[in-house]
């Protein structure tokens, strides 16, 4: 019996280290695995947001029935955060796809959605020419404006990067551009949105599902009339007045120019560090199961004669 015992303990000791082998592989190969194709989902974890910078009252809530929390340099902040800017306040937001978003004084900015694939080794703004991982970013600019610098997305894996307004929504590919949505301007029921980019294409949809790419160099200006919701205080558009794709005046693409400038010098000094992960993370992303610990029930090769003691 006790030969059997002994052999017993042999094979678990065995087949444990083998399960350790298996597990510092897997760990070994997430990198190369986390680049090839997998489909994002809710089961990824959100990306998250840096506050690389900023001036005066910014704050951020979480929940709906939240109270705003002031927001500091460094802060890190994820999916379902509103952030809102006071006046003559900004800040500066990067994201771990390599996003830089800056949000103009008296904004209110939804981070609907943020999701990302995991990235094995620390991701350093500073020397990012596109995105580490497959992502999934939707933002809602409710009110106000922001200067947007995208890096290249990985979009043959499905990647998408978009900035929803009342009047419709910016689809971006990587690139630098600025959406502003000013409803109820000097205390009237009309509101203008601008869209305007400097560098690489946007997509824009308006709400009549109407698509158009808007180039370098010109901004599409649409003028529109709004009614107050009497539930939520906010405005929501009900007629558009009128629309035009123009050249960008020279003021508003040196603002622009600016603040992309100023916002690349702020990201400058973010890294982010590889998500951890536990182990069964691991194996969900490697599409590579446990190995069984099951051994088969062990005969003792020279079993005692009869009678003799175990």
């Known amino acids: 019996m006790a030969t059997c015992n002994n052999?017993?303990?042999?094979?678990?000791?065995?087949?444990?280290?083998?399960?350790?082998?298996?597990?510092?592989?897997?760990?070994?190969?997430?990198?190369?695995?986390?680049?090839?194709?997998?489909?994002?989902?809710?089961?990824?974890?959100?990306?998250?947001?840096?506050?690389?910078?900023?001036?005066?009252?910014?704050?951020?809530?979480?929940a709906e029935n939240e109270s705003p929390r002031s927001l500091?340099?460094?802060?890190?902040?994820?999916?379902?955060?509103?952030?809102?800017?006071?006046?003559?306040?900004?800040?500066?937001?990067?994201?771990?796809?390599?996003?830089?978003?800056?949000?103009?004084?008296?904004?209110?900015?939804?981070?609907?959605?943020?999701?990302?694939?995991?990235?094995?080794?620390?991701?350093?703004?500073?020397?990012?020419?596109e995105e580490p991982t497959t992502s999934t970013t939707k933002l809602n600019l409710k009110n106000g404006e922001v200067v947007c610098k995208v890096k290249k997305l990985r979009l043959e894996k499905?990647?998408?990067?978009?900035?929803?307004?009342?009047?419709?929504?910016?689809?971006?590919?990587g690139t630098t551009f600025a959406v502003s949505y000013l409803p109820n301007q000097n205390g009237t029921d009309t509101g203008t949105f601008t869209l305007s980019v400097t560098e690489g294409e946007v997509s824009f949809t308006d709400n009549e599902g109407n698509v158009s790419v808007v180039p370098a160099g010109k901004e599409v200006v649409i003028s529109f009339r709004t009614a107050m919701d009497p539930v939520t205080g906010e405005s929501t558009v009900v007629e558009i007045i009128s629309r035009r794709v123009q050249d960008i005046p020279a003021d508003r693409l040196a603002m622009i120019e600016r603040v992309a400038t100023e916002g690349d010098v702020d990201a400058e000094t973010v890294v982010f560090d590889a998500p951890e992960m536990d182990l069964m993370q691991i194996f969900q992303f490697t599409d590579q199961q446990l190995p069984p610990v099951n051994p088969k029930p062990v005969t003792d090769a020279n079993p005692p004669a009869n009678g003799a003691p175990n």
Not at 164 to 170: E, L, R
């Open 7 to 62: 052999s017993l303990r042999l094979l678990s000791a065995i087949a444990f280290c083998a399960w350790i082998t298996f597990t510092a592989s897997s760990s070994a190969e997430l990198g190369q695995k986390l680049d090839q194709k997998h489909p994002i989902g809710k089961g990824n974890p959100p990306g998250k947001v840096v506050v690389a910078d900023l001036a005066k009252k910014v704050e951020a809530v979480e």
């Open 72 to 129: 500091k340099k460094k802060d890190v902040i994820t999916e379902n955060h509103t952030v809102f800017s006071g006046e003559a306040s900004k800040a500066t937001l990067v994201f771990s796809n390599g996003s830089t978003i800056n949000v103009l004084e008296k904004s209110k900015l939804v981070i609907s959605e943020f999701i990302q694939d995991p990235f094995s080794t620390p991701f350093a703004m500073a020397n990012a020419t």
């Open 158 to 173: 499905g990647s998408s990067f978009t900035v929803d307004t009342p009047v419709g929504a910016a689809g971006v590919r």
